[in-house]
């Protein structure tokens, strides 16, 4: 078991508007969450006029549960338990966001010896893991959204959603909790079946997978509705600027089938020359979700289509839709059976003192989770509705999909993905120096295809130099058709030397250093949108996120020469057990910092010169 509990106190600073200066609320909106309002306390802030400190929590526990069992001498089992859960809440000066997490992990594991030279393997697991973002209710139950008089947003519906919607004045701190309710709850079943032999030089292996994965996803945003008002006398004038809201339900049941099958050989060629050559299969069939509540965008009909077409599509997004039965797969992308990944390893010892390796290797990737929203977040199903300059007085906030001015701008996945896979090499030469100590020096290599890339599908066509924006390609949607596409790539190169001292007289050390350069189109879900320009994903290439060009590891150990079977002090009594036993073991870690981009706000482009 290990656990961790951590506090910390972070003060808070805000702006909030006085009772005078919010005046006498005057329609419902205002009247159930004006009194909400943080009462200004500090008249030495500064620019600030509300003051708090806040508690940052931080908790975990793990717990771990492990049986070995030898049947007999040719038959074993074991079976293993994991047990995680852990809980954050990151405050804000009148709110915070709650990150709970669960995991269970199961593992038993079936060893039978068929013959001196066969051993059968069977392997099965089940994993389950929860992990969610959602703002604190600062009253639990409470459901502000359905007081305020407010429809059709999702916050309002469910009660683990419930919550402020976020009021923003011009020149104040925000209020309400106005953020996004993500999050899901994974399970994984899976088995494995793997059997070796050993023939003359060759130890086979040859084994198959399957895995079963279960998700039930939430992604709403903003879940509780977001409202800007451009001055105090139009929030009391009950005028929001900006009003936007989530409106529908996110929510998605999805399943998956994995399958893979691999066959490897170990060949001792030679007492100096080893080949290790495999090949893997595998398929991971698309998501599907099982209630058919899913869609995308297709850009060759500039329509938004499904599998299963929903019986309750309004009248004003008919126009706009593909009702033809099956008109996307279910899993609403085309199943991707190409998953091939060859498997070449080979070792060369030159000398006594001298070894040489390369290897290479094709590897798949899982789906990622989070992209699953982009065929669940689709009108009629859920959207995000915007409309400006709106009343609380003379209209319904939010008004229904029939009632907007505009069509939303669905997400969406982009119909031709397929599974991301990486390419690796690696080259080493490892020289034995003498005295137990080794140098090693190798480089290693990938290149990544296919990785998950956001942008947006609906953005304003590129501009000729000098000249401006063109239009939007679909004329029909508004801005905002957030696509994932399979369309990013990364490579990656490094150079390493290594030197590792094993223990002699007492002294221990490894010292790694590594040159290297990681660049992308995307560094993983940095932002929402990590896509400059839709039609020129080229201009996002350069240096990850991530990328450390040089990093230095060095740790060591002494064990002090002091005490019983030592150089000193070696005759026992007090003097071993106060000074005997002891060890030294630092360990430093020296790396460069990660890049940064430079970017200049509007009007600051010098172009033509």
Known sequence: YEGLRSSQSIPQLGNFPTAAQLGTPTYLFAQVLQPSFPVPNCTTCGTNDYSVTAIEPNDYDQGVVRSDQTLSSKHSLFERYVYYTASEIVPSVQSGVFYPQLGHNVSVGDTYLISPTVVNEVRLGYNRAYGFTNEINPVPGKNWVQLAGLQNISGGITPSEYGRPAITITGFTGLGEGGNSQGDTENIYSIGD???????RHTFRVGAQFQWRQVRQLTDTPARGSFTFASLAAYQAGVCSICQAGSGSSLGHYTDNTYGIFMNDIWQ???????????????ASPFVEKNGLAGMFDPTTQLIAFHKV???????????????????PAGMVQPDKRGFGPRLGLAYQATPGTVARVGYGVYFDNTNINELQFQRNIPPF????TINNASFITQTLMPGLNELPAIPAPFSLYPGNRVPYTQEWTVSVQQDLGHSTVFELGYTGSVTHKLWKRFDQNEDTFAQVGGAPGPRPFQNFLHGMLTSKNAGGSNFDGLSAKLEQRSRNGLFYLVNYQWSKNLDNNSGEADANDTSYSTHFSFD?????????SRAVGSAGYELPFGTGRRFLNSGGIANVIAGGWSVQPIVQLRTGFPFSVTGGSGSCTCGT
């Open 194 to 200: 793997t059997i070796s032999d050993v023939i003359g």
């Open 382 to 385: 859920y959207f995000n509705a």
């Open 310 to 328: 929903p019986s309750n599509i309004p009248a004003v997004l008919l126009p706009h839709v593909n009702t033809t039965p099956n008109f996307f």
């Open 541 to 549: 290439r350069s240096y990850s996120n991530y990328d450390t060009s």
């Open 269 to 283: 060629l030679g007492h100096n020359l080893t080949l290790n050559y495999g090949l893997r299969w595998e398929y």
